[in-house]
């Protein structure tokens, strides 16, 4: 662990690095580990657990895919198997992580990206890692200061100008002011006059928000093949 950062009430991000690499008997969830220098795609997850025999879950990385330091960014679950220990972790100390893997991606082009809540994160590595051009990133969150990362993506929405700029629109369901929605993300999504040009959707937060939001692309029109999703669960 290289550090931990609490960013929200109970949200936190999780710095690590790989140090020893072991055999695929005792790594997390799948075989393998990563390589030294970190390297991932953009979308990847990474299985978690404190000990080879303990309970293991799922993390989206939340990091640039070259910056060597892995993140990911986790709600604590009271009474969850994983998520209070894994909040007291501290640098230094050492945790079981798996092979990058899984297959949430955003092979290029114009594309809306969905999150709600730490469902953000494989969107932070797609744009720490500059694949910005013809993305809308639309993001649910209760209030106006629940918005994880929102300095970064509102500095990435400022950089660009033109048709490829990258858009950021932050929904929140129970805030109102300038540069929000005052709605949940399934109201903008059902009563925006023109969904964003796009050739793909990418969903990823809880299953009732994937199952929601699905839903309503459909029922605009976006063909079942364009959506792709990450449920967590
Ligand atoms: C592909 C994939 C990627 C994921 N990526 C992330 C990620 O990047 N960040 C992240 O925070 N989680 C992510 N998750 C969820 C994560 O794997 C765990 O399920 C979660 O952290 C809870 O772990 P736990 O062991 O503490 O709780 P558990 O003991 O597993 O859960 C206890 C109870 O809490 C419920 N619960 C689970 N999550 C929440 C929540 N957020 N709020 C309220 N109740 C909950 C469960 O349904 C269960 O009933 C992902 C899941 C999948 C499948």
Do not use: N
């Not at 959707?201 to 839903?215: E, I, M, N, T, W």
Request: aromatic share 10%; glycine share 12%.
């Amino acid at each position: 662990v290289v550090s931990q950062e609490r960013i929200a009430a109970d949200t936190y991000l999780l710095s690590f690095e790989p140090a020893d690499r072991v055999g695929s008997e005792d790594t997390v969830g799948s075989a393998g580990f990563f390589e030294p220098a970190g390297i991932f795609e953009p979308g990847a997850i990474v299985g978690l657990a404190l000990h080879p025999a303990g309970p293991s879950r799922w993390y989206s990385l939340a990091g640039g895919p070259a910056e060597g330091v892995l993140q990911v960014v986790f709600d604590v679950v009271p009474g969850g198997a994983l998520t209070p220990a894994l909040a007291a972790l501290r640098p230094g100390d050492r945790l079981w992580a798996s092979a990058p893997g899984g297959e949430f991606r955003d092979p290029g082009g114009r594309a809306l990206w969905l999150a709600a809540g730490t469902g953000i994160a494989p969107f932070r590595s797609m744009v720490r890692a500059g694949r910005t051009a013809g993305k809308t990133l639309v993001h649910a969150a209760r209030t106006r200061d629940s918005f994880l990362f929102a300095p970064e993506f509102a500095a990435a929405a400022s950089a660009g100008a033109g048709r490829d700029a990258f858009r950021y629109v932050r929904c929140a369901s129970r805030d109102a002011g300038e540069g929000l929605y005052p709605g949940r993300l399934t109201e903008y999504l059902s009563r925006v006059p023109e969904l964003p040009e796009a050739e793909r959707c990418l969903v990823c937060g809880s299953a009732d928000f994937v199952v929601d939001v699905r839903d309503i692309l459909i029922a605009r029109g976006i063909p079942f093949e364009a959506i792709v999703s990450e449920t967590y669960f």
